[in-house]
């Protein structure tokens, strides 16, 4: 069964850094495009980015680059989403979802979705 | 960035009846690259759609999508119960993919 587990919830203070992840199991994780959405409380979905864990190619929302970092490590197939300096408009869901072909282009919808990991900042 | 905006914001409807959702995007978007999403309160967003019109595996034949360039439709030809929630367009060949705001479907 292919899916994606990610992290448990998060409470951090405003400056700190976080790493959640997303583990996957059940495919072939160097061959698809995974990537995260955000959600904060009560509103919508934003695409924040993805990559290609096969040759580590990133791309980003110019929303959210330079403010969170992307990654994926083979070896565990697992993605990452970070934060070197949380705020406390950084509170939402994040979800990690992957592409719906095992296909190099980076233009498809996300298929298989994780549960989601809430992240709260608050003083 | 492509913006795309959804309507209604709400729906109020009856299970049985008939809904389209509309989407419109600031800019023509190729039918390839254009894909609807089922969110229901507290989960993870489901696949309905992608490609305009093809359906994501085991989503039911009650839901069809249709449109081409700027105008696109989420049709649910007979509500049921577990259909009521929220619903988003996106696409995906811009950068950044974008997601519409979301249309909720909630029972009248």
């Known amino acids: 069964e292919v899916q994606l587990v990610q992290s448990g919830a998060e409470l951090q203070k405003p400056g700190e850094s976080l790493k959640i992840s997303c583990k996957a199991s059940?495919?072939?994780?160097?061959?698809?495009?995974i990537g995260w959405v955000r959600q904060v409380p009560g509103k919508g979905l934003e695409w924040m980015g993805i990559?290609?864990?096969?040759?580590?190619?990133?791309r980003y929302s110019p929303a959210f680059e330079g403010q969170v970092t992307i990654s994926a490590d083979t070896s565990m197939n697992t993605a990452y989403l970070q934060w070197s300096s949380l705020k406390a408009s950084d509170t939402a869901m994040y979800y990690c979802a992957r592409h719906r072909r095992e296909v190099v282009t980076a233009h498809e919808p996300f298929h298989i979705w994780g549960q989601g990991t809430m992240v709260t900042v608050s003083s | 960035e492509i913006v795309l905006t959804q309507s209604p914001g709400t729906l109020s409807l009856s299970p049985g009846e008939r809904v389209t959702l509309s989407c419109r995007a600031s800019?023509?978007?190729?039918?390839?690259?254009f894909a609807w999403y089922q969110q229901k309160g507290g989960q993870a967003p489901r696949l309905l759609i992608y490609e305009t019109s093809t359906r994501a595996t085991g989503i039911p034949d009650r839901f069809s999508g249709s449109g081409s360039g700027t105008d696109f439709t989420l049709t649910i030809s007979r509500l049921e119960p577990e259909d009521f929630a929220v619903y988003y367009c996106?696409?995906?060949?811009?950068?950044?993919?974008?997601f519409g705001q979301g249309t909720k479907l909630e029972i009248k």
């Open positions: 800019q023509s978007v190729s039918t390839s690259f």
């Open positions: 990559v290609y864990p096969g040759d580590a190619d990133t």
């Open positions: 996106q696409q995906y060949v811009g950068s950044p993919r974008t």
């Open positions: 059940g495919y072939t994780f160097t061959k698809y495009w």
